[in-house]
Nanobody, 122 residues
Framework: QVQLVESGGGMVQPGGSLRLSCVAS????????MGWYRQVPGKERELVAI???????NYGDSVKGRFTISRDNAKNTVLLQMDSHEPEETAVYYC????????????????WGPGTQVTVSS
């Protein structure tokens, strides 16, 4: 019902910048929360940043002040501007949406994108 397509991953040098994009599709009327998580092999998936439909944001402690999340409700798109990357931030970054309304039906479960690899290396 909901498809998430991520783009923008790749390789970046320490201290560099990347921007991730995620577009949600599937006859969506609205989305409550859109955001990003990341996962390193062998570790739990962790919050990077999320934004509510009305603009409230929440960031993981390690990215505060360096990453910026933004969304376009009309386009069901969420962006993640990542600056001053640190080497330990090599991970798969996943787009996540929660609270999707499709044709007057509310779906409370989370939807995940397939993930996009970000590699921080010199």
């Amino acid at each position: 019902q909901v498809q998430l397509v991520e783009s923008g991953g790749g390789m970046v040098q320490p201290g560099g910048s990347l921007r991730l994009s995620c577009v949600a599709s599937g006859s969506i009327f609205s989305i409550n929360v859109m955001g990003w998580y990341r996962q390193v092999p062998g570790k739990e998936r962790e919050l990077v940043a999320i934004e509510s439909r009305v603009g409230s944001t929440n960031y993981g402690d390690s990215v505060k002040g360096r990453f910026t999340i933004s969304r376009d409700n009309a386009k069901n798109t969420v962006l993640l501007q990542m600056d001053s990357h640190e080497p330990e931030e090599t991970a798969v970054y996943y787009c996540n949406v929660v609270g999707v309304t499709i044709r007057d039906v509310f779906y409370g479960m989370p939807y995940w994108g397939p993930g996009t690899q970000v590699t921080v290396s010199s």
